[in-house]
């Protein structure tokens, strides 16, 4: 079992820069994939970033990559989602996941944090 919760929302401006964290419990953290995920109101969830379990690959949307960067710490159990040159359309709650498979399908993933909203200004 692996327990996430994402932290580090909030608002910005366009341009700004935000630091999204996803601290994981339970002692299988490493094993698992990591993937973050975005949903803006009355659009489905979409896929952002995916991180392999050691952290050696990582996959983007087309829309963030240059931008936005994914990475984790096994040894504290924590992911990280680095999001820079922020734009409006990136509004939306961010959502952390764990899986088997570094993924960008969400089904694909068994664990799911709560969500931190995303809030960027024109």
């Known amino acids: 079992q692996v327990q996430l919760v994402e932290s580090g929302g909030g608002l910005v401006q366009a341009g700004g820069s935000l630091r999204l964290s996803c601290a994981a419990s339970g002692r299988t953290f490493s094993r698992y994939a990591m993937g973050w995920f975005r949903q803006a109101p009355g659009k489905e969830r979409e896929f952002v970033a995916a991180?392999?379990?050691?952290?050696?690959?990582?996959y983007y949307v087309d829309s963030v990559k240059g931008r936005f960067t994914s990475s984790r710490d096994n040894a504290k159990k924590t992911g990280y989602l680095q999001m820079n040159s922020l734009k409006p359309e990136d509004t939306a709650v961010y959502f952390c996941a764990a899986g088997w498979v570094a993924s960008t399908v969400k089904n694909d993933y068994q664990y799911w944090g709560q969500g931190t909203q995303v809030t960027v200004s024109s």
């Open positions: 991180t392999t379990w050691s952290g050696g690959m990582t």
